[in-house]
């Protein structure tokens, strides 16, 4: 089974927002291709208030309509996180070789646009305007836990 790792930053530092920015770069670390359509990402928050969200791929170096993103809750609910944003990929993604990487720039938002407050989310990073080695979110490949820490 493959290995990955995430390096992440938020793009967005600002602790009360109602987008939530995420650019995100996940590099295949094992010795054998990876089938993206087996990879999931999640990203842990609080939603603050019960709303609708969208999510929604504004550009991936394997092409935006190839990522995919869905909601889901954290149970039971933990320090900083109630909620994930789950990032997938389409068949049509393709292979990820190794030493290869695939870079995306997502953002979710609730759909009356109601703000957002990441100062106690469980994946925020507020510190940084360039990639760090990210292990607040989390990496799954079919299925199993492959990078990271869950809250």
């Given at each position: 089974m493959g290995s990955v790792k995430v390096r992440f930053y938020n793009n967005n530092t600002l602790s009360e927002t109602?987008?939530?920015?995420?650019r995100i770069n996940v590099i295949n670390t094992g010795n054998a291709p990876l089938d993206l359509s087996d990879l999931k990402l999640r990203y842990y928050y609080t939603i603050d208030s019960e709303s609708e969200q969208r999510f929604n791929?504004?550009?991936s170096s394997i092409g935006a309509h190839?990522?995919?993103?869905?909601?889901g809750k954290v149970n039971p609910s933990r320090n900083g996180a109630?909620?994930?944003?789950?990032i997938g990929f389409t068949k049509e993604a393709g292979m990820l070789q190794p030493g290869e990487s695939?870079?995306?720039?997502?953002?979710?938002?609730?759909t009356d646009n109601t703000q957002y407050n990441k100062a106690d989310d469980y994946s925020?990073?507020?510190h940084y305007y360039e990639y760090?080695?990210?292990?607040r979110i989390t990496a799954y490949i079919s299925g199993i836990l492959k990078w990271g820490r869950e809250p």
């Open positions: 109602g987008v939530i920015y995420m791929c504004d550009w190839n990522v995919t993103g869905s909601f109630d909620t994930y944003v789950e695939v870079e995306l720039n997502a953002r979710f938002s609730k925020f990073n507020s760090v080695d990210w292990d």
